[in-house]
């Protein structure tokens, strides 16, 4: 007998569950309670031909063959592979800390000692996370993480998260590691790029099956339990759930858009601001894939704490009583046989794209 699946949410957690049960030849319904589908990955071309992303800078990146080969059906991506800046004493240089930052922000006779110290010491090619690099024995590597802790961690950490680095787990921090080398891309992954057509057009040709129906602007009720065989929910599990053991907390982000009749306004597709300004950094989105225009787009990125009807949950905020409290939603949602919980919002998890997408083929494939 064919099952009908409800799945809520079509960002790529839900696009991902429904085309692999349509694949299977079963019945699914994809719900959003936004008028477009493709989630915070949502993009778009402006009236001057670029395409911009809505919801933050969205780069794809994986060494997971499997999830590359999956997403590859729906879209070819560019060769783009991803580098950030910082503005670090007024000087812009490559982020995360490398061995090239090194040499931009320190004279020549103190970088030279100090890349033969961290060379010796972790080896090259190394990711050093900041709270492990600061524990030093050597004076020069201690004052060089301190240096690294406040003009790269700190205060950015502060801005994004509202704690510093010690307070939220050390997953955040390891994201940006000290890297000792000389490669300036944010991420080594094997499969880098940007789909050649945009996130938008990938998720919608996903969703292309005669299998699937997608409903916009659709709130979740909880009626649909009864309506379907299986329901996967992408969405905040706390509000499933009715609040029963208080809101999870979330950090929001939101954007200032401005255009400029220019060809840029800056030296790389994203700059990061840790001690200057109150947003974090700013986004030009031609970079990504290489739009012609004679004029550019930028976006200032700001973060906020989440307010019900106020802005939209972002992050989950990793801090041990968090998970606890998530993790008593999770066993209360346990009590529901045929509703299964995925992505950011239902995991309580930072996921990058590649790892929601492998998270939702784990679920469907214990299914089918």
């Known amino acids: 007998m064919v099952k009908t699946n409800l799945v809520v949410g079509a960002g790529f957690s839900g696009a991902t569950v429904a085309r692999l049960l349509a694949d299977a030849g079963e019945s699914v319904t994809v719900i959003d309670k936004r008028d477009h589908i493709a989630g915070n990955c949502y993009d778009y071309r402006d009236e001057n031909g670029i395409m911009i992303h809505k919801y933050g800078s969205h780069i794809f990146h994986t060494n997971n063959k499997k999830v590359w080969e999956f997403i ?3 879209s070819d991506f560019n060769l783009y592979m991803h580098k950030v800046k910082g503005i670090i004493d007024g000087i812009e240089t490559p982020i995360p800390f490398n061995l090239n ?4 922000v320190f004279p020549k006779s103190i970088a030279d000692k ?3 110290k961290l060379i010796d010491t972790y080896g090259y090619g190394k990711k050093v996370p900041i709270l492990e690099f600061q524990k030093q024995d050597d004076e020069d ?4 993480a301190q240096f690294v802790y406040e003009k790269i961690f700190l205060q950015y950490t502060m801005k994004q ?15 940006v590691p000290v890297y000792i080398s000389k490669d300036d891309r944010y991420f ?8 050649l057509n945009g996130y938008t057009e990938l998720v919608r040709t996903m969703l292309d099956s005669p299998n699937i129906h997608v409903k916009l602007n659709q709130e979740y009720v909880s009626d649909y339990e009864t309506q379907f ?7 905040p599990i706390d509000e499933y759930l009715s609040f029963k053991y208080g809101p999870l907390p979330y950090r929001c982000v939101y954007f200032g858009f401005n255009t400029y009749d220019k060809e840029h306004v800056l030296s790389n597709a994203v700059i990061n601001y840790p001690c200057n300004y109150d947003f974090t950094r700013v986004h030009e989105y031609k970079y990504y894939l290489d739009d012609k225009s004679e004029k550019t787009v930028i976006a200032k990125e700001y ?3 989440f307010e019900a009807g106020k802005n939209e949950r972002y992050y989950p905020i990793p801090k041990d009583e968090n998970i606890k409290l998530y993790q008593k939603y999770l066993d209360e949602a346990g009590k529901r046989d045929n509703v299964f919980f995925l992505g950011r919002l239902g995991d309580y998890k930072y996921y990058d794209m590649d790892k929601a997408i492998q998270r939702a083929m784990d679920v469907v494939e214990s299914l089918i």
């Not at 930052?101 to 931009?104: I, Y």
């Not at 080594?188 to 789909?195: A, L, R």
């Open 229 to 235: 065989d299986r329901i996967f929910y992408t969405g």
């Open 188 to 195: 080594q992954d094997t499969y880098q790029g940007i789909p």
């Open 141 to 144: 590597l201690k004052n060089l």
């Open 303 to 305: 973060s906020e704490p």
């Open 101 to 104: 930052t090194l040499h931009d």
């Open 114 to 116: 100090l890349e033969k």
């Open 72 to 74: 590859r059906r729906f």
């Open 161 to 175: 998260w509202g704690y510093s680095p010690d307070q939220v787990d050390g997953a955040v921090t390891a994201r």
